[in-house]
């Protein structure tokens, strides 16, 4: 059974940093597309960042330069490094994988889904 379990997530104020984790179990994702998605409360949900097997990354313009998706694979998880965090950075963050759509960033209902880690981030 897949299971994507996020952790991390938080409240911060404006400038402030957050490192979520996205441990996997079931599927090794040293050899899938994984991504990182975030959804507001009457927003669609929205790519953040993505990598590929290979290792090559796709960050959505509004993050660029301040977040950073990387993975351990020995200990099969995925992580989001955030840095100057805005309040429209405020979101619950969730993370994808096993589907190569999801390296452009698109929602995918054939992917594997986390619940989810909230963050906030305060003027």
């Known amino acids: 059974q897949v299971q994507l379990v996020e952790s991390g997530g938080g409240s911060v104020q404006t400038g402030g940093s957050l490192r979520l984790s996205c441990a996997a179990a079931g599927l090794n994702i040293s050899y899938i597309t994984v991504a990182w998605f975030r959804q507001s409360p009457g927003k669609e949900r929205e790519g953040v960042a993505s990598?590929?097997?290979?290792?090559?990354?796709n960050y959505a313009d509004s993050v660029k330069g301040r977040f950073t998706i990387s993975r351990d694979n020995a200990k099969n998880t995925l992580f989001l490094q955030m840095n100057s965090l805005k309040p429209e950075d405020s979101a619950m963050y969730y993370c994808a994988a096993g589907n190569s759509h999801l390296f452009g960033l698109r929602a995918n209902e054939n992917a594997y889904w986390g619940r989810g880690t909230q963050v906030v981030v305060s003027s």
């Open positions: 990598l590929s097997a290979g290792g090559s990354t």
